[in-house]
């Protein structure tokens, strides 16, 4: 049998998506943006450990949500797949490659926050209230909320930025049973998540989820959990013995990033500025202690180690 030909579809801030005949294969870069403009500089690494975290994640939680993952294990990713023909190898994609089904996408993203935090805190402060939900009065930044909020996004095409909208405009765009599931599911993710990182002294602050549709066979659809899930990139996890409310707990996520360059003068128009050594290198372990925190391995069992033997 022949092998399947291979070919590139489209190039995101971190990923590139690359077609095999009804799959898809999801290439994450060691690419980092801020305010949606992407950086000239690379964090080693970071590609793998997203990767990794997914990985991790898509795996355990299967019985909470059907997902989109076949595969991250790179022999069994790349097989049957003529990656020379796109132009690629495989120890360019060992390690931060993830074979998918194809989806279609659900135009909007899924947030999920359970502490007053970024953009939800910036509104509360001015309205007592996040992305139109209404919240209890004197709440001080990063504090618990009450219960977990589920406040959609429309996605953004690229290099704009997404818009927060009400539940009820999702209600409308999608209709009431697939917004509601959307809800549900978003939900029980961010539940599963933050018990998981509690019990390795994490707190999962807010997440980003993406969900897409495939036929079911019998003519109706079924709903899978896609993209990237949990990760760094997507979600905000702080230490839990750092964690105070009243200020901007320390963060595995990019914020150091964000801070580095709003304090350089940035104004967050394009074309982004590169990052010191000092910044990357720092980035990096963040990501890192990520890793090996959320999955409770060491990033040598991913990357480089027996997944590629």
């Known amino acids: 049998m022949s092998p399947t030909p291979v070919s590139h579809l489209a190039a995101g801030k971190v990923r590139d998506l690359y077609a095999a005949g009804d799959e898809l294969l999801l290439v994450a870069s060691d690419r980092i943006s801020t305010y949606d403009v ?33 595969s991250a294990r790179t022999p069994e990713a790349l097989a049957g797949l003529d990656i020379a023909g796109a132009g690629l190898d495989a120890d360019r994609l060992a390690g931060r490659t993830m074979r998918c089904r194809r989806t279609r996408v659900v135009p909007f993203e899924c947030v999920v926050r359970g502490h007053l935090a970024g953009s939800g805190w910036v509104d509360y402060r001015s309205t007592g209230s996040v992305c ?14 009450p219960e977990p909020i589920f406040t959609p996004a429309t996605k953004a095409a690229h290099g704009e930025h997404d818009e927060n909208v009400s539940f009820a405009a999702m209600v409308e765009a999608l209709g009431a049973p697939l917004a509601v599931e959307l809800r549900r599911r ?8 933050a018990a998981h990182a509690a019990s390795v002294g994490l707190i999962l602050a807010d997440t980003k989820l993406e969900f897409g549709l495939i036929d079911d066979g019998v003519g109706g659809e079924e709903l899978l959990l896609i993209d990237e899930v949990l990760t760094p990139d997507s979600s905000r996890y702080w230490p839990a013995e750092r964690w105070a409310p009243g200020g901007s707990p320390p963060s595995f996520d990019k914020q150091y990033v964000r801070d580095h ?7 967050r128009r394009p074309p982004a500025p590169a990052l010191p050594d000092a910044v990357v290198d720092a980035t990096r372990e ?5 890793y090996e925190r959320v999955t409770g391995q060491p990033f040598a069992r991913w990357w480089p180690g027996p997944l590629d033997g």
């Open 261 to 267: 360059v709003s304090a350089a003068g940035w104004d």
């Open 38 to 70: 992407v950086h000239p500089t690379p964090i080693p690494d970071k590609g793998r450990i997203l990767t990794g975290v997914s990985a991790f994640w898509f795996d355990r939680l299967s019985g909470v949500t059907p997902h989109h993952l076949v």
């Open 286 to 290: 963040r990501y890192l202690e990520a």
């Open 132 to 145: 139109g939900i209404p919240l209890p009065s004197g709440l001080r930044e990063a504090d618990a909320l």
């Open 186 to 193: 978003a939900l029980a993710v961010f539940a599963a998540g």
